[in-house]
């Protein structure tokens, strides 16, 4: 990691500039730059700019130095202060950097101010997040998710990026996709990104079909901020391999596999992209049919990473994230993931902030089978005793109660079968909606005296104590 420059606006004579250690290039240097105004939380942490080196590092881009600043705001015209501006211009010069990264999201007027005086490219948080996104995209629609949100970015700064940066080959911002685009006129550009909606709105259509033809089993999905240790989980659980790095954003196509929560409970799990904080707003919405998967999920597994920083901060941004693709009140279970990292007497205090949790290292399996526990007792809160009486022939029925039923005995009795289960009501509903004749089934919940329906009593059920 490289020295941290702390500068304040009141300074009227240059700190001594640090000249960085010529380290072997990476495919682009930069020097990060970040602003802290006053009520950032990330004024509060030992190190504010150790995310935005992550980031930069997963870009490939070798971090020459930094600088951080509080300020009551952002500067409206350079971000910075005028001292910094210019300190940084210097320290660009000096280690040899050819990217300046701002830890926030700058104005089109910021970047060419910036730009201007440093006589370097100038990046934002979202346009590194872009840039890993757009290294990552491997699918066709990732690829689109990716080349929208580019564009959509990219759209009110294209002066900026002609003006300036002509000449300018490759690099952050210019990666990916959106690298021919950005040669278009503003008309082009319009025009691409509603192709772009379009297409990407086909294939949501297609997910939502998909998934929910898998309305019949549980479906969990494994959500968290990116490097908490989903993928790490979903491989443990579900017994494959899934692409594990210590890189942000490693995972950015939703994967699902067949899960065996317990005996009994099965289900699917999704391996989803992770969420960081200032998710750029364009990304969440392009990345809506990615997220179907989380949408339509029974039950979320939050895994939380509680060896990092700030995990709270982490489970709030997460939070925030969900709100903004409308999910919400979904049951939870808090993973608190990497405890074989933690000190065992910090537990107690995450476990009493975030409710419904299970410590677990889903490295050394510590804990996991605890959380298979909490997973299956989730699914199954709601279960009672049933007994259910169809014809031999209801094939898709049988099939769906065995998808969700969490315990089932069966026997045959003339020409019907007797099925004695535990099972919520609104799965039993929606069983009954994917048979061939409703009126032909009959059931009774087991705990509660004579309930049955109405027209059982044509064909009663057997007593259920018999
Ligand atoms: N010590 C420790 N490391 C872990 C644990 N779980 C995951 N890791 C490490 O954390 C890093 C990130 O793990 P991933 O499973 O790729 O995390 P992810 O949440 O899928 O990340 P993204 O896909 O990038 O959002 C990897 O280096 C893992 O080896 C754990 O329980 N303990
Ligand atoms: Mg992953």
């Not at 992550?54 to 300020?71: C, G, H, P, Y």
């Not at 994230?321 to 009140?329: H, P, R, S």
Request: charged share 30%.
């Amino acid at each position: 990691m490289a020295d941290t420059h702390e500068t304040t606006p009141t300074s009227k004579t240059p700190d001594s500039v640090f000249v960085g250690e010529g380290v072997g290039k990476k495919s682009e240097s930069a020097v990060l730059l970040g602003v802290l105004p006053r009520g950032d939380i990330r004024r509060d942490l030992s190190d504010p700019l150790e995310e935005l080196e992550l980031l930069a590092s997963t870009a490939n881009i070798e971090v020459f130095d930094r600088v951080i600043q509080k300020l009551d705001r952002p500067n409206a015209a350079t971000y910075c202060g005028s001292g910094t501006v210019q300190k940084v211009a210097q320290l660009a010069r000096d280690t040899g950097a050819d990217t300046i990264i701002c830890d926030n999201d700058l104005s089109p007027a910021q970047l060419r101010n910036l730009e201007k005086t440093c006589e370097r490219k100038v990046v934002d948080r979202t346009d590194l997040i872009l840039d890993i996104f757009a290294r990552h995209a491997k699918t066709l629609q990732a690829r689109l998710q990716v080349e929208l949100a580019q564009l959509e970015y990219a759209r009110p700064r294209l002066r900026k990026m002609w003006s300036h940066l002509t000449g300018e080959q490759g690099g952050i911002g210019f990666r990916g996709p959106g690298e021919k685009q950005l040669e278009m006129d503003k008309r082009m550009l319009g025009k691409r990104i509603k192709d772009l909606k379009q297409k990407l709105a086909d294939i949501r259509k297609r997910k939502v079909r998909e998934v929910s033809t898998r309305s019949e089993i549980h479906t969990i999905a494994l959500i968290g901020y990116t490097n908490a240790g989903k993928s790490t989980l979903f491989s443990r659980l579900t017994d494959t391999d899934a692409y594990v790095a210590d890189k942000l954003f490693a995972t950015l196509d939703t994967k699902t596999r067949p899960f065996q929560v317990k005996t009994r409970i099965k289900g699917v799990l999704s391996d989803t992209v992770g969420f960081i904080d200032h998710l750029p707003h364009r990304l969440v919405e392009s990345f809506h049919a990615t997220l179907e998967e989380v949408l339509q999920a029974d039950l979320l597994v939050h895994v939380v990473d509680v060896s990092g920083d700030d995990p709270l901060r982490h489970v709030e941004s997460v939070d925030d994230v969900l709100k903004k693709i409308g999910c919400v009140d979904r049951p939870t279970i808090m993973a608190l993931n990497k405890v074989d990292q933690v000190d065992p007497a910090l537990l107690p205090f995450f476990v009493s902030r975030l409710p419904r949790s299970v410590p677990i290292s889903a490295k050394t399996g510590a804990g996991v089978e605890q959380l298979r526990e909490a997973i299956a007792d989730e699914l199954t809160k709601n279960d009672r005793p049933c007994r259910v009486s169809a014809p031999m022939h209801e094939g898709r029925f049988i099939a769906a109660l065995d998808a969700r039923a969490s315990a089932m005995s069966q026997r045959v009795k003339e020409d019907r079968l007797i099925l004695d289960m535990s099972i919520s009501n609104d799965f039993l509903s929606q069983a009954l909606r994917s048979s061939y004749n409703r009126d032909d089934i009959k059931y009774k919940w087991l705990d509660e005296d004579g309930a049955t329906e109405q027209r059982d009593e044509e064909q009663s059920l057997e007593d259920p104590g018999a």
